[in-house]
């Protein structure tokens, strides 16, 4: 029996415009979509045959996973008998100090880099690098003895750089850095230790004939005392003369003498017998006389007594010149009027 054909019009019509868009929008989001897959593969597909039976997916023995192959160890590489180990903390607290000198900048230890561990150092002497040059083309020879570039083999003409010294310029060397030492000894240069926050500045040079530093120091005044007996110096820290035994008093001569802030004598001295000086007990002004004399004060005019009693060595602040006093006064008068 034959089956009718289907008639010219009934089949499903192409969608156009937003409609076609979407649909093929919905094709490649099925398409990505990867659950759909894995819920499509337990379903026969229409190859299958309807009494076949479907093979289950969780009852399947895994696949072997093939085994991963071993790493290649690392090659160490053999350290140098002659290299130091120096903490990496150091070495970035160095480069630290130099920009901050250099740039003024404060790197903090969070700001660096890993610091953990230890960095290799060798210690190399310092070589001076020869190099030669082809005497034909001026070319410089690389590490082998042909020049690169006419393929001339090196000789005793091609010229060397820097040229070989003579015994007579070792020698001549030589004189020159001994004089340039010896120069940089005598005329050191004074170097302050410019730390004021822990101390002073400390200015200091070497001695010309070696031994203990030349310290700078502020110059003082060198205070000299004299006895007044034997007329020999006293020697410093002591108040007893060497010679005779003789107390310091305010008798001793001073050099260089204040009399003018120290007129009854220095603090730590003894009473002397020349020019003593009594306090009125009425008037509490200075009274100079002799001790067996009765001078009469010369603010209140009291004769001298037994309760005026002998000024002990003191400072005294001086009293102002009148003369200067009165052409002050006359200074401020002509301001006025003006």
């Known amino acids: 029996m034959s089956t009718p054909t289907p008639a010219e019009g009934s089949g499903p019509k192409e969608k156009k415009g937003i409609g076609k868009v ?23 597909g229409p190859s299958t045959a309807a009494g076949e039976p479907i093979a289950d997916l969780s009852e399947s023995t895994p696949a072997p996973v093939p085994a991963a192959a071993p790493e290649p160890a690392l090659t160490t590489i ?36 890993k610091s953990e561990g230890h960095a290799l150092r060798v ?40 040229p070989k010294r003579t015994e007579a310029e070792k020698e001549e060397s030589r004189k020159k850095r ?4 010896k120069e940089r000894a005598e005329n050191a240069p004074i170097i302050p230790d410019w730390n004021l926050t822990e101390k002073k500045v400390v200015l200091r040079r070497p001695a010309k004939t070696g031994g ?11 205070v000299r ?66 001790p067996d004399t009765e001078t009469p004060c010369p603010k209140c005019s009291h004769p001298k007594c037994a309760s005026c009693e002998r000024l002990t060595p003191r400072r005294v602040e001086p009293e102002p010149d009148p003369e200067v006093w ?13």
């Open 123 to 162: 210690e190399k002497p310092i070589r001076m690098r020869v190099h030669r040059k082809c005497h034909l083309c001026d070319t410089s020879f690389g590490l082998g003895k042909e020049c690169p570039k006419c393929k001339h083999v090196r000789c005793k003409q091609c010229p060397r750089v820097p």
């Open 78 to 113: 053999p350290e140098d008998p002659a290299a130091t180990k120096v903490p990496r903390a150091q070495i970035f607290e160095e480069r630290a100090k130099k920009l901050g000198e250099l740039y003024g900048l404060e790197l903090k230890p969070s700001e660096w880099h």
């Open 326 to 338: 009165k052409s002050i006064q006359a200074k401020l008068e002509d301001l006025k009027l003006k």
């Open 22 to 44: 979407l649909m093929r929008m919905k094709t490649v989001l099925k398409k990505a979509d990867p659950t759909r897959r894995l819920s499509t593969l337990g379903k026969p």
């Open 225 to 290: 005392r004299t006895c007044c007996q034997c007329e020999k110096l006293f020697s410093p820290g002591n108040k007893n003369c060497q010679g005779c035994e003789h107390a310091r008093c305010a008798d001793c001569p001073r050099d260089p003498s204040k009399k003018d802030r120290y007129p009854y004598g220095y603090p730590g001295d003894e009473l002397g017998t020349k020019n003593p000086y009594f306090e009125c007990h009425e008037c509490k002004a200075p009274i100079p006389s002799q």
């Open 178 to 181: 001994a004089a340039i030492l």
């Open 212 to 222: 203990q530093d030349l310290v700078h120091k502020k110059p003082r005044q060198r």
